[in-house]
């Protein structure tokens, strides 16, 4: 298996969650056509790049959320191993602190289905977030508490590398410091729009300013 192999054979099967991610994909880059025609400070190779970049972070998020899907929230035909149960039991070992690993053995186990229904749901919003540039800087935060959980959850599993989540935690705070929507994404038009609108709206653009 070779990356250019393996990503083929990922982005053309035949399941829903490709074919969705197919669509966000392709309105991503429809989102950012409209942006490059419209806006003439956003035929930049700056905004150029940080749209590439948080595409392909976006789907790093969808990606990782394909072991994880409801109802079971495992990748394993048995429905009670592999997929997040796994996970959470690594991070009971492994966890930076034994603060961490006492809450994940105490609280989050006993209630997996419910926590793992909330995992799911923000790494798809995240992965949503960050491909159609919308509201990036809270898909952007969201990301980085995420990849902050596991960079202190796994720190000590002898098979991972510390340092991959930690640079993680770098880029989605990164997205966050440089509104990383508002570069060929929906971020962009709604401040446009915001900024048009800033006299008889200033509260509404405000919002606008800390979500986008």
Do not use: C
């Not at 991610?21 to 409209?34: D, K, N």
């Not at 977030?129 to 002898?158: C, D, E, F, K, Q």
């Not at 709206?201 to 979500?211: D, E, F, M, Q, S």
């Amino acid at each position: 298996m070779n990356p250019i192999s393996d990503a083929f054979v990922f982005l053309f099967r035949t399941w829903w969650p490709i074919l969705t991610l197919w669509g966000l994909l392709l309105a991503s880059a429809g989102i950012a056509l409209v942006n490059w025609r419209r806006a003439a400070e956003q035929r930049t190779g700056t905004h150029v790049w940080m749209w590439i970049t948080r595409a392909f972070v976006g789907v790093l998020w969808w990606q990782q959320s394909l072991w994880k899907l409801p109802p079971t929230y495992t990748d394993n035909p048995d429905g009670v191993s592999g997929g997040l149960h796994h996970w959470v039991g690594e991070m009971v070992k492994f966890a930076a602190f034994p603060q961490q690993s006492w809450f994940v053995k105490n609280v989050i186990q006993p209630n997996f289905s419910f926590f793992a229904a909330q995992v799911y749901a923000a790494e798809a919003l995240i992965a949503v977030s960050l491909l159609l540039g919308i509201w990036t800087r809270v898909g952007g935060l969201l990301g980085g508490l995420m990849a902050l959980n596991l960079w202190l959850g796994l720190y000590r599993a002898p098979y991972e590398w510390p340092w991959t989540y930690f640079f993680l935690i770098l880029v989605q705070f990164t997205f966050v410091v440089l509104h990383a929507g508002r570069s060929l994404g929906l971020d962009a038009i709604l401040a446009r729009r915001a900024q048009a609108a800033a006299e008889p709206k200033r509260g509404v653009a405000r919002v606008l300013g800390y979500l986008t």
